[in-house]
Structure formats: structure tokens, C-alpha cells
């Protein structure tokens, strides 16, 4: 049922060569298999606390963990980075911000675009506040977050733990009783 006079907009990132000219864009960057950064230079760490079904071209599909990070480059100018990390595969998927370098005054746009780009796949997100953590915990959060890291071996269990969601198993639990 839909209410007289409500209408909701929602504004999707711009993806793609079909983008006008000057527009926003996050691209995927086959060259960048995770974001080397160091705990002083991560300005946003947000994650996701789902992990929607995705599928990725050359990929297969699989529910994947979502993140977006803001750093500051050595420069002073700032980027911003959103990936998906394919647990089957153990690997990241990192889209970048284009243009690469941000100036301060556009970042809070740049980075508004990203989690509109994760939330329009369906992830539900969660900023960790990483610059109110102690040195110790922002550690432990990038040594954790697969975007931070090299590509990590396939998670022995992915597969096995997909099977078990499926509708045969359901089936089978529910046909021991």
C-alpha cells in the first residue's frame, strides 16, 4: 500500500563509463588487491554488519563483507576506498573513489557516495569510529579487515557453510525430526 504524497528519492552513485564528464565515480581496481595503510593515516573505517549476496562479474556469487575507508594521503589531500572481500576466494574487490586525490572540502561527498554504492548493494553498515579507538585497537582493527591486508587463503568452510544455508539442507534438518 502506498501513502498519498510520500515519495522517496534515492540517489545512486554513478558507476561506469557512462557517467557524464566530472562526475563521481567509484571503479573498480584490478591493480590494488587490498589498501596498504597505516593506522595514522585511516581518517573512516565503516563495515558492514551483513553479508548480502553478491554476484561480481568473472566471480562467482557469494555473500560477501562490505567496507569503506577514508585515508589521508602524504600529500594532505584524501581518498576514498570502498571494497568487497569474497570470502570463497579470499580475496578483496577495491573500488576507488575517482578522482583519487580529494581535496578536504569534497571528502564528506566522496565519502557519502560510497555508502550509498555499499547500501544500493543491500549491506547494512556500521561506522567503527576509528579515530576514537586506542592505538592498540585501531591496530587490531586493521590487522582484522581483510581491505587492509593481502589476499588471504579461501576460507576452508565458505563453501561448506553456503550448502548448509541452502534449501535442501533446511529440508533435511527438518525432515529428521
Known amino acids: 500500500m502506498r501513502r498519498a504524497g510520500l515519495r522517496r528519492s534515492?540517489?545512486?552513485?554513478?558507476?561506469?563509463p557512462a557517467a557524464p564528464e566530472g562526475?563521481?565515480?567509484?571503479?573498480?581496481d584490478p591493480t590494488l588487491p587490498f589498501v596498504p595503510a597505516t593506522r595514522e593515516r585511516v581518517m573512516t573505517l565503516v563495515e558492514s554488519i551483513n553479508q548480502p549476496q553478491i554476484s561480481i562479474p568473472s566471480k562467482p556469487p557469494q555473500s560477501v563483507t562490505g567496507h569503506l575507508?577514508?585515508?589521508?594521503?602524504?600529500d594532505g589531500s584524501l581518498s576514498v576506498f570502498v571494497s568487497l572481500w569474497l570470502p570463497q576466494s579470499?580475496?578483496?574487490v577495491v573500488y576507488a573513489h575517482e578522482p583519487r586525490e580529494l581535496p578536504v572540502s569534497a571528502y564528506r561527498e566522496a565519502e557519502a557516495e560510497g555508502l550509498q554504492f555499499l547500501e544500493s548493494m543491500g549491506f547494512m553498515l556500521d561506522n567503527l569510529n576509528?579515530?576514537?579507538?586506542?592505538p592498540e585497537q585501531q591496530q587490531s582493527t586493521?590487522?582484522?579487515?581483510?581491505?587492509f591486508s593481502r589476499p588471504r587463503p579461501a576460507r576452508a568452510d565458505a563453501g561448506t557453510r553456503e550448502r548448509a544455508r541452502s534449501p535442501e539442507a533446511l529440508a533435511r534438518l527438518l525432515a529428521s525430526f
Request: one cysteine or more; hydrophobic letters at 35%.
Open 10 to 16: 534515492i540517489r545512486r552513485p554513478r558507476l561506469g
Open 90 to 92: 579470499g580475496e578483496n
Open 142 to 147: 586493521l590487522e582484522r579487515v581483510p581491505l
Open 69 to 74: 575507508c577514508g585515508l589521508r594521503n602524504p
Open 130 to 134: 576509528f579515530r576514537n579507538l586506542s
Open 23 to 28: 562526475a563521481h565515480l567509484f571503479r573498480p
